[in-house]
């Protein structure tokens, strides 16, 4: 039989061939380095059969499959491992994630786990590793494995959800046997470096309602020097940590009698906001943006002509408002807005337009309300209350491409601004959505047209689109590596058709306008929190919340302080005077902590030379300056 390989070339096989001899076919490096397979785009096992005209890839350790499948099978060795160390315990989903794995697990009553077992957990998982046990799949009926996890109640559930028709697997190592569809390594022994990390606490499948389980994470990686540098890059996170920071340095604080993912801004971190706001709001102004302000609530019956009511009432706060009286109760359905999409629709709609009124652009720092699970809120990074710099442009068909071109101008401008490189995401129709193929193709064909005028490169990101239209996300890179997903550019066919928007054309008849939303930011509390570890804190003098600090040596040096830092506000720096009773390298490392980017010391010499003695938070001591140069750094700053 003829199979074909990635190359297009066409290998012939014996009949009863599996993925090992196809690797085995091409050369003997290639059998040994194999760990799986992807035969027509579905990963399998080496073991997994071939037929006459497969498409055969083979993954190795330097394949893009490759780390998600060590990760999986790590995670089933750590489950065999915690049957050794704990007895009856029983398993929920133990599945690769984003740089490591988990598995949800409930341990036998009396026992629990803490990041203190991990060594001795490790331990039992590296002799695992070392017995190079097999990873041996079955395919089993529905009544055998339910025989089989009989004790599993969880795995039960699972089986019961399957559907009728569909092909049920197990997968052992050893006396361990695990519900998994696969695919797995060969065995064990091709297990690399692998480290638990933490514990954590998790419903059963998500829901607060159910049991809650123990979520034990680990990582893996093929080479212990890959599995070093990942340790050392979550340190480095730890300390660059958001919410550790935004709590030292008096950005934001969380209350739990104010609810989960509130934040509550400090002074620092109203400055920080506002500030992010008006150098944006400035910026639009320029590129022909006019700002509006919408509510934060809106009757049920936007929602419901708007589509949200349908698709996303799930995610949304409502409630009933008594718009009669007490003896005539007259109940009205409101909901509080996840978006500010519709009321930039209904201030589009309350003036006739033309052809020549487009582009119309609306923009708003708008507050939105989502519900998220408790699980899920994250600091800043997922919150349940944010603020989006969001907005719309309302344009016709010809001017849609012209028109994300240059958002994804602005784009390039504020990432620049931050020294963020990024990468972008086309999304395209997903399963549940409304609109015609061919306005999704149209819409899609727009934003990829866009890419390539800007110069943009992009991935296709399939079924992943809004319900009423496709979209490009821009996933920013940080520091220390990271991606995070940021700004957005959604095409729209759904509110104004929904809401009935018109425009008059050139030859005047009546047409629908396109929508495009977008939001460069994100959500500024997300944005906030990304810069905040971007820069470990230390923000840019132009954005930090105090730029200045000013230190008086003695007390008599106490009034030359201030009249400086007069100077430094006048200028429109924002500036604190450390005059409390401690001594000099106190305040000196109190300044450091606080990230704050110049220390400004004032003392005999410092009042006779009209000069001041400056401090720089990473580069140190800078010397004497005239008074006059300081002050022009601080006023280059300024807004």
Known sequence: MNIVLPDGSVKELAEGACVADVAASIGS??????????????????????????????????????????????????????????????FGVGPAV?????????????????????????????????????????????????????????????INELPEDAVITTYSIGSFTDLCRGPHLPNTGKVGAFKLTKVAGAYWRGDSEREMLTRVYGTAFFSKKDLDQHLS???EAEKRDHRKLGRELGIYMMDESAGVGLPLYLPKGARVIRLLQEWLRRDLYERGYEEVITPHIYKADV????????????????????????????????GVK????????????NDLHSYRDLPLRYFEFGTVYRHEMSGVVHGLMRARGFTQDDAHVFCTNDQVVDEVVAILDLVDHIMETFGFSYEAEISTRPEKSIGTDEMWEHATNALKE????????????????????PKIDIKVKDAIGRTW?????????????????????EDNTEERPFMLHRAIFGSIERFLGILIEHYAGALPLWLAPLQVVVIPIADRHKAAAAEFAAEVKAAGGRVEVYDQNEPMKVKIAKAQSQKIPYMVVMGDKEIEEGKVSVRERSQGDQGAWDREEFLKVIREAAL
């Open 98 to 158: 984003e740089n490591g794995f988990y598995y949800d697990i409930e341990l036998p009553e009396g026992k629990s786990l803490s990041p203190d077992d991990f060594s001795a957990i490790e331990t039992r998982m590296a002799e695992i590793v070392k017995s190079d046990e097999a990873f041996v799949r079955r395919e089993v009926s529905r009544a055998e494995a339910l025989d089989v996890f009989a004790d599993q109640q969880f795995k039960v559930e699972l």
């Open 485 to 505: 997903q940021c700004s957005t550019v959604q095409v729209d066919f759904n509110l104004p058709e929904r809401f009935g928007l018109t425009y008059r054309t």
């Open 233 to 235: 890059n979550l340190a």
């Open 338 to 349: 996840p978006m500010n999409c519709p009321g930039h629709v209904m201030l589009y709609k």
């Open 450 to 469: 866009a890419c390539a005028r800007h110069n943009l490169s992009y991935e296709i990101n399939e079924g992943d689109g809004a319900f009423y239209g």
């Open 303 to 334: 929602w419901k002509t708007s589509g949200h009511y349908g698709f996303y009432k799930e995610n949304m706060y409502f409630f009933n408002i008594n718009e009669g009286t007490e003896e005539e109760p007259r109940l009205s359905e409101y």
């Open 29 to 90: 490096g290639l059998s040994r380095a194999a760990l799986a397979g992807i035969v027509n785009d579905k990963p399998v096992d080496l073991s997994a059969p071939v037929c006459e005209g497969d498409a055969v890839a083979i993954v190795t350790s330097k394949s893009d499959e490759a780390l998600d499948l060590l990760r999986h099978s790590t995670a089933h060795v750590m489950a065999a491992a915690l049957v050794d160390l704990y007895g009856d315990v029983k």
